[in-house]
C-alpha cells in the first residue's frame, strides 16, 4: 500500500476515533468538539508530526558547532544519498539508537542518542545513520511520525478517560447527554491496545527496505550488520527510556522489557535483517 494512501486512512482513523470517543465520553456535545479537535490534530499531525517525534523522544536539535562530527558524517552520507542535509539532533541518554522523522526530505531530522556514538565504530555509526536516510528517501518518515503522534493522542484519550472516571462526572441519566461509565471504561482499557495496532500500521517491511537503501547510501552492508548486532545487545541490557508511541520509530526496538511477541513487534527480527544485509555483502562479492 502506498504511503500516501497509508497515511490518508490513518488520519481518518483518527479523525473517527475522536469522534466516537466525544460521544461515548460527552454525548452530541463531546462529538461536536471531538471533531474540532480531530481536525486541528490532523493538521498538526501533517505539519509537525516531526517536532511531536522528537519532544515525545526527548529530543533537542543541535548545531554544527555543538556535535561537528556528527554532521559532518550525516552531511557525506546525504551528499552520497543526493539528499537534502536533514537537521540533527541528539537524545541525551546512554542507550544506543537512533531514528529518523519529518514530513518530506526537505524537512527531516535525523536524531541519535549519545549512547550510539559510544558503542558504534564511526564505518558502524555511518551504516546507522544511511539507514535512517534510507527511511528519507524512500518516503518512510511521514507516514512513521503521524503514526507516532496518532499513538501519542490515543493515550491522551485514554488518561483523559481515566481522570474523569476518578473524579466522577459520570453520573449519566435519562435525560443527561453526558458520560457513558461503560464507554469510558472501555477507552481506558482498549486505548493501548488501539496504540498497538496503529503501530502495526506502519510496515514492518519498511526497515527490510532501509535496511537495503542503507546499505546501498554507504556501499558496506557489513557495517550495518554489525552495528545491528551491537545495538541488539546493547539495547538488551539497557532499554531506552522514551515514550513508546515513538518506539517504531527507532532502528532497533528501543523497549526492550516491554514484549508483546513477534506477531505485535513494531519491527522485524535483528537476525532476519542481519542474514539480509551479510546476503547482500555476499553478491556484491560474487
Known amino acids: 500500500m502506498p504511503n500516501a494512501l497509508k497515511t490518508t486512512i490513518l488520519l481518518a482513523a ?11 465520553l460527552g454525548g452530541t456535545q463531546g462529538m461536536v468538539i471531538a471533531f474540532v479537535f480531530a481536525i486541528v490534530m490532523n493538521a498538526g499531525a501533517y505539519w509537525f508530526s516531526g517536532d511531536i517525534a522528537l519532544r515525545m523522544a526527548g529530543a533537542r536539535e543541535v548545531s554544527e558547532e555543538e556535535a561537528p562530527q556528527l554532521h559532518q558524517l550525516v552531511q557525506e552520507l546525504a551528499t552520497y544519498a543526493r539528499l537534502p542535509k536533514p537537521r540533527v539532533a541528539i537524545i541525551d541518554s546512554p542507550s544506543p539508537n537512533a531514528f529518523a522523522t519529518g514530513r518530506d526530505a526537505n524537512h527531516a531530522v535525523v536524531a541519535v542518542t549519545t549512547g550510539i556514538m559510544g558503542v558504534l565504530s564511526r564505518d558502524e555509526l555511518a551504516g546507522v545513520l544511511a ?91 557489513d557495517s550495518l550488520a554489525r552495528a545491528l548486532e551491537k545495538l541488539e545487545m546493547a539495547t538488551s541490557m539497557r532499554p531506552l527510556q522514551v515514550n513508546p508511541a515513538v518506539s517504531a520509530l527507532f532502528i532497533v526496538n528501543p523497549l526492550k522489557g516491554v514484549s508483546f511477541g513477534n506477531l505485535f513487534s513494531t519491527h522485524p527480527p535483528i537476525e532476519e535483517r542481519i542474514r539480509r544485509l551479510r546476503t547482500m555483502e555476499l553478491r556484491a562479492l560474487t
Open 14 to 24: 483518527l479523525t473517527a476515533l475522536f469522534v466516537v470517543a466525544g460521544g461515548a
Open 131 to 221: 539507514h535512517e536516510l534510507g527511511h528519507v528517501r524512500n518516503h518512510d518518515i511521514l507516514i512513521s511520525s503521524v503514526a507516532a503522534t496518532i499513538a501519542g493522542a490515543i493515550s491522551l484519550l485514554a488518561n483523559m478517560a481515566q481522570w474523569a472516571f476518578i473524579f466522577g462526572g459520570f453520573g449519566r441519566s435519562d435525560d443527561d447527554d453526558g458520560m457513558n461509565p461503560f464507554a469510558a471504561l472501555l477507552m481506558i482499557i482498549l486505548a493501548p491496545i488501539a496504540a498497538t495496532i496503529i503501530h502495526l500500521a506502519i510496515s514492518r517491511s519498511r526497515e527490510y527496505g532501509a535496511d537495503e537503501t542503507g546499505a546501498r547510501i554507504h556501499g558496506n552492508p
